[in-house]
Nanobody, 120 residues
Framework: QVQLVESGGGLVQAGGSLRLSCAAS????????MGWYRQAPGKQRELVAS???????NYADSVKGRFTISRDNAKNTVYLQMNSLKPEDTAVYYC??????????????WGQGTQVTVSS
């Protein structure tokens, strides 16, 4: 009923930039927090950045000053602008959203993941 579709991953050289997008669609009453997580091979999934419906943001220490999360509430879309990319940023990036499909029904949804590879 609800889908999160990510786009924008790819291969980039160290120091380069990428912009990820994630659009939520389907039966949506409202969207609370949205965020980006990543998982590198052999590592646990970790929070990269999150943003509330009001625009408050939170970042992992490893990406502060390099990544910027934003959202367009009218489009139910969250973005992650990634600058000054490093090889250690290589991972599958997942979009996450806390969505109400009715005022009393609230679920956590995940995108399918998009690969980001940073070459040295």
């Amino acid at each position: 009923q609800v889908q999160l579709v990510e786009s924008g991953g790819g291969l980039v050289q160290a120091g380069g930039s990428l912009r990820l997008s994630c659009a939520a669609s389907g039966r949506i009453f409202s969207i609370n927090a949205m965020g980006w997580y990543r998982q590198a091979p052999g590592k646990q999934r970790e929070l990269v950045a999150s943003i509330t419906s009001g625009g408050s943001t939170n970042y992992a220490d490893s990406v502060k000053g390099r990544f910027t999360i934003s959202r367009d509430n009218a489009k139910n879309t969250v973005y992650l602008q990634m600058n000054s990319l490093k090889p250690e940023d290589t991972a599958v990036y997942y979009c996450n959203a806390d969505i109400r499909i009715q005022s009393w029904i609230r679920n956590d949804y995940w995108g399918q993941g998009t690969q980001v590879t940073v070459s040295s």
